[in-house]
């Protein structure tokens, strides 16, 4: 696991962009894993602007997300499929059949994690995974728990997402109480991951996940298992010290 300490989180949305603009560049045709939340929104940003310029191609990319909430229609601002829409794949140019993301609108929550788990091994693998990190140490939706949940799951949110995630909604009643997740088996199949992390709020779980026991009490440190795990991190989510 490589952190890199940056100074804030402007710099870290410079870097994760420069990041997965390299993957792109090298491979055009490469399957993005996405995340969605405040975090990457800067990075996507830079993105946006690096296809303005001439910089980025997105014709031949194909990407996968991570996560939707359940019992909410694409249509839905509060939705992820809205969500990559506005901070992405309206601004570049980007197939829209080439986006996939969960069917937060289809209950059927078997078929509906199957279908994904069976897309992903097509498309497959995911070159690069993009991660925010949740306030309770989840990854994708997977929460704090007695195990790691392999494979594309309904998960039920807990009491300190949905507070963290309310911010988005007119009233706390709004956010879903369930979503659909990619599991942390699936997650950890991506080829490299690139966990972003911004703001004092998140040192302490942070800290969990570099230095705490490797365990589903906290899903995000499971990432020490992996291979090839790149971590931008500012200078208020680590504290002072850890550089990379
Ligand atoms: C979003 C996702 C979540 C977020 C996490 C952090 O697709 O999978 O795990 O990355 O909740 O959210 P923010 O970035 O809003 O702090």
Known sequence: MKVYKVKD??????????????KMILKPDALLG????????????????????????????????????????????????????????????????????????????????????DKIEKLGPIEVQLLGL?????????????EFADRTHCVWLNEQTIQANKR???KEQDVPRQ???????????????????????????LKKVLEGPVTPKVPGSILRFHPDVTIFADEAALGCGQTG
Not at 12 to 18: F, R, V
Not at 179 to 205: D, F, P, W
């Open 9 to 22: 989180y402007e710099t870290m949305s410079q870097k994760a962009a420069a990041f997965l603009a390299a």
């Open 34 to 117: 996405l995340a969605t939340g405040s975090t990457p929104i800067g990075t996507y940003k830079r993105l946006v602007e690096m296809y303005q310029t001439n910089d980025l191609d997105f014709s031949g990319i194909r990407t996968v997300n991570l996560d939707e909430y359940r019992g909410l229609p694409s249509s839905s601002p509060n939705s992820y499929h809205y969500f990559m829409k506005e901070n992405l794949f309206s601004k570049v140019n980007i197939l829209p059949e080439n986006t996939h993301i969960l069917d937060g609108s289809n209950p059927d929550t078997e078929s509906v994690c199957q279908e994904y788990e």
């Open 134 to 146: 949740g306030h309770d140490g989840h990854i994708a939706f997977n929460e704090p728990g007695d």
């Open 168 to 170: 988005f909604f007119a």
């Open 179 to 205: 979503a659909y997740t990619m599991g942390i088996g699936t997650i950890m199949k991506a080829r490299s991951i690139l966990m972003l992390v911004s703001g004092s709020q998140k040192a302490e779980i």
